[in-house]
């Protein structure tokens, strides 16, 4: 039984228009191959389709039914060539996208939005993960990409930094140094410190350890999380004074204080994806995550 997409389109036109001179006229090609088609399909399906006159031709009721279905399985077959070629192209699935929050304040709310508008056909699923949980998941392949502080990529594993600014002290607003425009971090040496957790990000820790070292103490570690808002939401409760990066001075939450301090350090953040994952899809998302960060 043939109902390729071929034949079904001859036997479309021929429903349409009627008649099998102005069918073929229609479908480019010239009538006898056109009739042989059609008695060929009649016979796949043991049944009359049409009522031929010699001028012109109506559908009989196993017609009726065979038009509705053949327009239906056109729009289908087209349906899916059109999937496939999204698919291919990059333009069309589903990419799962891994974050640290801190790149809520860095600019991903509008990468991602020119990236739909971009590829509008792109399902975007978004899950918050300290670092090493994302670079875990994306062996795993339960991520695509993923957004993280610097740490040392494991193997087949892409890195890029995308972001890097200045790290700031966070402190309660009722602190003894809130109303200051700068500080030396040897200032907070007797305060107790909210760190972002070891295994979480160790970059990061390490490099809190390696700034307060460098200003002629070792700092007091109070609480360890694994989210830079509970970072700053424990600081605005009194809870410690902590080192985040810049960036969460823009997150608008009370309580607590962004204040500057002299280092040369910065907090890097990065696009992480597998090697390997070379699906069009991911390609084209790296391709325009690189290019909003690094225009």
């Known amino acids: 039984m043939d109902l390729s997409p071929r034949v079904l389109r001859y036997f479309v036109a021929v429903a349409e228009e009627r008649h099998f001179s102005k069918a073929a006229q ?3 090609m010239s009538q006898p191959p056109l009739s042989y088609a059609i008695r060929q399909l009649e016979e796949s399906l043991n049944a009359t389709l049409l009522h031929r006159t010699s001028r012109q031709v109506s559908l009989t009721a196993a017609g009726e039914a065979l038009y509705e279905e053949a327009l239906s399985l056109l729009k289908r077959n ?9 698919i291919e192209s990059g333009k069309v699935g589903r990419l799962r996208i891994g974050f640290v929050g801190s790149m809520v304040y860095r600019g991903l709310p509008d ?3 020119t990236l739909r508008h971009i590829q509008p056909g792109v399902e975007h699923v978004l899950t918050e993960l300290n670092s090493r949980d994302q670079l875990e998941a994306l062996q795993r392949d339960e991520l695509d990409l993923a957004f993280i502080h610097a740490n040392p990529a494991p193997d087949g594993v892409t890195a890029v930094d995308i972001v890097a600014e200045q790290f700031v002290v966070c402190v309660p607003a009722t602190h003894r140094l809130a109303e200051a425009s700068e500080i030396a971090l040897q200032d907070l040496a007797a ?11 160790p970059r990061y820790y390490e490099t809190v350890l390696s700034l307060c070292a460098h200003a002629g103490f070792t700092p007091a ?3 360890e999380v694994r989210h830079w808002l509970t970072v ?4 605005s409760q009194g809870l410690g004074v902590a080192i985040v990066p810049s960036c969460l001075a ?4 009370t309580g607590c204080r962004f204040i500057a301090f002299p280092h040369t350090d910065k907090s890097v953040c990065q696009l992480a994806w597998r090697h390997e994952r070379t699906a069009p899809l991911i390609q084209a998302g790296v391709e325009e995550i690189l290019r909003y960060y690094l225009r």
């Open 191 to 201: 305060d107790e410190f909210v760190l972002f957790a070891r295994d979480a990000s």
């Open 26 to 28: 229609r479908l480019h």
């Open 250 to 253: 823009r997150s608008g939450l």
């Open 78 to 86: 087209d349906e899916v060539r059109t999937l496939i070629a999204g």
């Open 221 to 223: 570690i109070r609480h």
């Open 111 to 113: 990468a991602l939005t």
């Open 232 to 235: 700053a939401s424990l600081v």
